[in-house]
């Protein structure tokens, strides 16, 4: 085995592993949004597959990549991803908050008062 | 001016990255579209300090490097409990004060609470953030401040260069 093949292999082994990770970390977001009791604790586990999942899989397949322009259009897609995926997971809970659906807080605590009341 | 000739430069290398072609007539023709870019977005009022922060490049990647961190941990933290291993979830809801005067790092801090699982900031008026986290702890860590110091750090770099 020369060189090159010991680093072929190297860099095989890192990206399907994490490409699995990432594979992994989605469904353990799909189970938690099954299995979590109310709407605010099923955004955190959307927030694992946003994360986890979406970093998992990109630069997975980034260092899959047979060339370095493949691999920078993924990382950029894993940029806007990341940007992305908070503005939409605090719409989401804003307009949720907003509407009038409250969380099921710990101890049956209510949750906090706006500022300004 | 600078302003305008970095955002240039950042559009012709996304635009390299992206293409992929090197051929003279496309490299030209590209040269034309960034400048036609450019030019568009000064008349639309679009470059600023605020919309292209350059100076914090670099102290944003160090902080990117960070966070990265503190997200493998908190995923970490939600699957167990999502997949029952860890402790059960105790959700709380706070609202955390934030010190970062300028607009851009009180996003950047909102954001950066949201992308960490197991806190997400539901609603964001004035200074102040109401943070719903899946564990007790997550709230603590926040008031503890260390994200919210780090933030300031760049909150700190980014007035700076304006006064």
Known sequence: MTAADILDLGRNVLGDGLVFLGAFATLVGAIGLLRLP????????????????????????????????????????????????????????????????????????????QPGE | MIQRILLGVAFYFL????????????????????????????????????????????????????????????NIDVARCVLGLGRPATPSMAWIETSQKSELCRTLYGNSITLTPGTFTVLAEGDRFLVHALHREGIAALQDGEMDRRCLALDEKFRGRIA
């Open chain 2, 15 to 74: 635009w390299i990255g992206l293409s992929g072609h090197f051929s003279p007539f496309l490299v030209a023709t590209s040269l034309i579209s960034v400048v036609g870019v450019v030019l568009l977005l000064t008349h639309l009022g679009l470059v600023a300090r605020q919309f292209q922060p350059f100076s914090l490049v670099v102290p944003l990647v160090i902080y990117w490097g960070w966070l990265l961190v503190e997200i493998v941990k908190s």
């Open chain 1, 38 to 113: 109310d709407f605010y604790t099923r955004a955190h586990a959307g927030g694992v597959t946003d994360t986890a999942g979406a970093i998992g899989i990109l630069v997975g397949l980034a260092i899959l990549s047979p060339d370095l322009l493949t691999a920078l259009k993924l990382l950029i897609v894993l940029v806007v991803a990341l940007f992305a995926s908070p503005t939409s997971c605090h719409a989401l809970a804003r307009a949720a908050f907003r509407s009038g659906i409250r969380p099921a807080l710990d101890g049956d605590r209510p949750p906090p008062p």
